[in-house]
């Protein structure tokens, strides 16, 4: 299984163009055909600036989306999308207001359009680098109602669940047929229970939701190709440099030691995200797993002190062998369209700088 050192989750600043096409494309003054040609002009500038900076791994930057979540799941048969007149509550911040929610019974999508977006990426591609898709994880249905209305299709939660794991396998081993071999689902549900799990008045209920998360995720993944590399990134909510979640992966840590993902992007870019110490129960369950620190943030421009990372990764090789440790930043830059508060110049400083420090650590 290849191991990248220096990884990033995958999500990168729209271009001032981008943006303008895409507010002209919702004002309907260009067609989707207008605004399509302008995000793979765009993509392909990315795509050469991440092979530039040394990412071994390169994603097409989200570009094609508006969220980092809901135009994926939005692709699947048997779900609409609608207003919730309310909106996300970040730390000082607030997002637009759609939402998701079930509209017959979920199922795979053999025309969803990321197939075409991953293929489109898979034809620019500069040598010695490989195609990344990023996708949001299953478990994103069991929040915000997105599944409220699943006992109009189902008789019982687990057969939701199943059709649920089967239309991810179904786009896992589909996305692997079209030429993929590295596939991330990024996954906010993990943080939201950290907190859930702490109140005792909640543990009851969201120990079933942890539960089930497992059992979806592992039942999508099983029975994937050996070399199809699974990774997923557990997040604390990323929009205009804020954030939605805190605390200490502990309270998570045993179900994430259950996940059968080769790779686990993990943020701990400040104090909010806790110490390493739930790193050694993903590790004793999850022998040769990479785990990917997001020690650097994606959410400021300040560049990292380098002795500053040798001594937090000095904390994590007590628990996790040297080689099984990559460095990223916590999150990507721009996991709306709307981006953190960072120019472009920037996020690839950032970038380069990780890319530096990476190479004199596993030199």
Same mark, same amino acid.
């Given at each position: 299984?290849?191991?990248?050192?220096?990884?990033?989750?995958?999500?990168?600043?729209?271009? &001032?163009?981008?943006?303008?096409?895409?507010?002209?494309? !919702?004002?309907e003054?260009?067609?989707? %055909?207008e605004?399509?040609?302008?995000?793979?002009?765009?993509? +392909?500038?990315?795509?050469?600036?991440?092979? *530039?900076?040394?990412?071994?791994?390169?994603?097409?930057?989200e570009?094609?989306?508006?969220?980092?979540?809901?135009?994926?799941?939005?692709?699947?048969n048997?779900? $609409?999308?609608?207003?919730?007149?309310?909106?996300?509550?970040?730390?000082?911040?607030?997002?637009r207001?759609?939402?998701? *929610? #079930?509209?017959? /019974?979920?199922?795979?999508?053999?025309?969803?359009?990321?197939?075409?977006?991953? *293929?489109?990426?898979?034809?620019?591609?500069p040598?010695?680098?490989?195609? +990344?898709?990023?996708?949001?994880?299953?478990?994103?249905?069991?929040?915000?109602?997105?599944?409220?209305r699943?006992? %109009?299709?189902?008789?019982?939660?687990?057969?939701?669940?199943?059709?649920?794991? #089967?239309?991810?396998? *179904?786009?896992?081993?589909?996305?692997y047929?079209?030429?993929?071999?590295?596939?991330?689902?990024?996954?906010?549900?993990? =943080?939201? #229970?950290? &907190?859930?799990?702490?109140? +005792?008045?909640?543990?009851?209920?969201?120990? +079933?939701?942890?539960?089930?998360?497992?059992y979806?995720?592992?039942?999508? #993944?099983?029975?994937?190709?050996?070399?199809?590399?699974?990774s997923?990134?557990?997040?604390?909510?990323?929009?205009?440099?804020?954030?939605?979640?805190?605390?200490?992966?502990?309270?998570?840590?045993?179900?994430?030691?259950?996940?059968?993902?080769?790779?686990?992007?993990?943020?701990?870019?400040?104090?909010?995200?806790?110490d390493? &110490?739930?790193?050694?129960?993903?590790? !004793?369950?999850?022998?040769n797993?990479?785990?990917?620190?997001?020690?650097?943030?994606? /959410?400021?421009?300040?560049?990292?002190?380098?002795?500053?990372?040798?001594?937090?990764?000095?904390?994590?090789?007590?628990?996790?062998?040297?080689? !099984?440790?990559?460095?990223?930043?916590?999150? $990507?830059? =721009?996991?709306?369209?709307?981006? !953190?508060?960072?120019?472009?110049?920037?996020?690839? =400083?950032?970038?380069?700088?990780?890319?530096?420090?990476?190479?004199?650590?596993?030199?």
């Open positions: 299984m290849t191991h990248y050192h220096f990884d990033h989750v995958g999500s990168y600043l729209r271009p &001032a163009s981008l943006k303008e096409a895409r507010t002209s494309y !919702n004002e003054k260009i067609s989707a %055909e605004l399509k040609k302008i995000q793979q002009t765009e993509i +392909k500038k990315l795509v050469a600036k991440e092979a *530039e900076v040394g990412l071994k791994a390169v994603t097409d930057g570009f094609n989306r508006s969220w980092w979540h809901l135009d994926f799941l939005w692709g699947l048997g779900v $609409g999308t609608y207003d919730q007149h309310d909106s996300y509550k970040f730390h000082g911040e607030k997002t207001s759609t939402n998701i *929610e #079930l509209i017959d /019974k979920i199922a795979f999508n053999p025309e969803h359009p990321f197939f075409a977006d991953f *293929e489109f990426l898979k034809s620019i591609l040598e010695n680098v490989e195609p +990344k898709v990023t996708i949001p994880s299953p478990t994103m249905f069991f929040r915000d109602g997105r599944s409220d699943w006992q %109009e299709y189902y008789a019982t939660w687990t057969d939701f669940l199943n059709d649920l794991a #089967l239309a991810y396998h *179904e786009t896992l081993q589909h996305f047929n079209l030429g993929a071999r590295y596939i991330q689902l990024d996954d906010t549900t993990w =943080a939201f #229970l950290i &907190a859930k799990l702490t109140l +005792k008045e909640e543990v009851e209920k969201h120990t +079933k939701s942890a539960e089930d998360a497992v979806v995720i592992n039942k999508a #993944l099983d029975g994937l190709p050996e070399d199809l590399r699974i997923t990134h557990i997040c604390r909510g990323n929009f205009k440099s804020t954030y939605l979640f805190e605390g200490s992966y502990a309270p998570v840590a045993k179900y994430l030691g259950q996940l059968n993902y080769d790779t686990f992007f993990l943020e701990y870019d400040d104090a909010r995200s806790g390493f &110490a739930p790193l050694s129960e993903i590790w !004793n369950n999850r022998k797993v990479l785990i990917v620190l997001g020690v650097f943030t994606s /959410k400021h421009p300040e560049l990292e002190e380098e002795s500053e990372i040798r001594a937090r990764l000095d904390e994590a090789v007590k628990l996790i062998p040297l080689e !099984n440790l990559a460095l990223s930043t916590q999150c $990507g830059f =721009a996991s709306t369209e709307e981006g !953190n508060q960072l120019t472009e110049d920037e996020q690839w =400083a950032k970038l380069k700088h990780i890319e530096t420090i990476a190479n004199k650590i596993w030199s």
